[in-house]
């Protein structure tokens, strides 16, 4: 790819025509306008688009359901006693793990809690838990009711880091700093890989070697970086992370939860956990015994069996990934957000302002903007010309072109729209 960007529609076309990953947005079902045109998707922050290969893996399932009922557990083409081991190794890739490392199973918020089981154990001494000031409501949510639940108090248990008066995103070192502080009261350190409102990229490698010097346990919300950025979970030396599959991995509303617990907890059988039957060891689990046995690494956190339909869809998406391999994404990624920036600064407006971090090793493939005012009218009008963004209040108007199915002509086609919508389109224009 190229940072030589240039403003006029002929680039976003040549761009198109030499990427190399063109081809895989036709493996998606992409919303059409009312024109019937395809719209700008920029929402797979929000929800991936549908891959067309879903629909046969989930009939291929009801088939076999409808002709051999419960025998489709172990003479199904694709079993389903062990069809959660099928996606294993393709979501370790993405997440830069070991097999052993990875599960998929519930949802994003109830893998958080069943890591706080497991992973905030506080004491007199060591009872706090740092995260990020802004994270994700249901994060802050959960974390706040763990506090609870072990008879600390929220107000002096919970400690959330900000930027800097007049700075929208945190410096690493400022992390850094905090933990270096207050580390020896920290249990726990759980943050947000990318923010989903400032759409940052946090240092985890960094945040958790400092978390670790000073004995804390480290984990991390990858709700908004599976599948995204670049990620080294098992080398960054991470305790846990989870992340939902359903935004940039494309499994569908709801789907699975995916769960990273680092090897070396792996055969840590003393470790507290909310145990269930599908945690239990393999080869005696339909024994029935009375008593837990867990399976070493992530997957002796399962509790239930997972749903077959909803890992069918995982894996249809996830082939795509491994085809593409997450490099190739990850370059893409940078370029298509540094052309949607390009185009933006070259708008010259003081009619909004980009709160992502500039840095390419700061950020994803989102790109945050606030406008100066009437920023949901602007929303609902770029919505009503096309382009598919979110709104997230109070300011703030969320893009993600996404490697696997945007284009650049998607970015430069949303300039073009939003672009007229703060009445610049003269400038765009001028510009190319």
């Known amino acids: 790819m190229t940072n030589e960007y240039r403003t006029d529609a002929t680039f976003a076309q040549e761009m198109d025509q030499t990427d190399p990953l063109a081809s895989y947005r036709e493996k998606f079902s992409i919303p059409k306008t009312k024109e019937d045109k395809d719209c700008v998707y920029f929402c797979g922050n929000s929800l991936g688009l549908k891959?067309?290969?879903?629909?046969?893996?989930?009939?291929?399932?009801?088939?076999?359901?409808?002709?051999?009922?419960?025998?489709?557990?172990?003479?199904?083409?694709?079993?389903?006693?062990?069809?959660?081991?099928?996606?294993?190794?393709?979501?370790?890739?993405?997440?830069?793990?070991?097999q052993i490392e990875v599960v998929m199973?519930?949802?994003?918020?109830?893998?958080?809690h069943l890591m706080m089981v497991s992973f905030y154990r506080p004491t007199k001494d060591r009872?706090?838990?740092l995260i990020e000031g802004n994270a994700f409501p249901s994060d802050r949510y959960a974390v706040e009711s763990q506090i609870k639940f072990h008879g600390f108090d929220p107000l002096k248990s919970l400690v959330e880091i900000s930027?800097?008066?007049?700075?929208?995103?945190?410096?690493?070192?400022?992390?850094?700093?905090l933990i270096a502080e207050q580390g020896n009261e920290i249990s726990l350190i759980m943050i947000g890989g990318v923010n989903y409102y400032t759409g940052q990229l946090f240092a985890m490698e960094r945040i958790t070697k400092?978390?670790?010097?000073?004995?804390?346990?480290?984990?991390?919300?990858?709700?908004?970086?599976a599948g995204n950025a670049a990620l080294s979970l098992h080398d960054w030396d991470v305790d846990f992370a989870c992340w939902c599959s359903y935004k940039y991995l494309n499994s569908g509303p709801g789907s699975l939860s995916g769960c990273f617990v680092h090897e070396r907890h792996a055969h840590d059988s003393d470790l507290p956990r909310f145990a269930g039957w599908w945690g239990h060891d393999k080869e005696t689990r339909f024994q029935m015994e009375p008593h837990f046995k867990p399976i070493p690494g992530a997957e002796g956190w399962q509790i239930s069996n997972p749903p077959v339909l909803s890992l069918a869809a995982i894996k249809a998406s996830l082939d795509i990934f491994e085809e593409a391999g997450m490099e190739m994404l990850h370059n893409k990624s940078v370029a298509l957000t540094g052309y949607l920036e390009f185009l933006l600064d070259n708008l010259n407006s003081d009619d909004f302002t980009i709160m992502t971090?500039?840095?390419?090793?700061?950020?994803?493939?989102?790109i945050s903007i606030v406008l100066a005012e009437g920023g949901k009218n602007v929303f609902e009008a770029l919505q009503a010309g096309g382009v598919v963004c979110d709104w997230r209040e109070?300011?703030?108007?969320r893009l993600a072109p996404t490697p696997l199915y945007n284009s650049f002509t998607d970015v430069y086609?949303?300039?073009?729209?939003?672009?007229?919508?703060?009445?610049?389109?003269?400038?765009?224009?001028?510009?190319?």
């Open 394 to 397: 109070p300011d703030c108007i």
């Open 127 to 129: 009872y706090k838990i």
């Open 163 to 177: 930027p800097r008066e007049g700075e929208r995103t945190l410096r690493t070192e400022d992390i850094e700093s």
């Open 51 to 98: 891959p067309k290969a879903v629909n046969a893996a989930l009939m291929q399932e009801l088939d076999d359901w409808g002709n051999m009922a419960v025998e489709a557990h172990f003479r199904g083409k694709n079993p389903w006693r062990d069809y959660h081991e099928f996606v294993t190794k393709q979501m370790a890739h993405i997440v830069g793990a070991k």
């Open 210 to 225: 400092a978390g670790h010097e000073k004995g804390c346990l480290v984990g991390f919300d990858l709700a908004h970086a």
């Open 105 to 112: 199973m519930n949802s994003l918020s109830v893998n958080l």
């Open 357 to 366: 971090p500039r840095a390419a090793d700061e950020r994803g493939c989102q």
């Open 413 to 432: 086609k949303f300039v073009q729209i939003f672009a007229a919508q703060i009445g610049q389109s003269e400038q765009l224009s001028e510009a190319g």
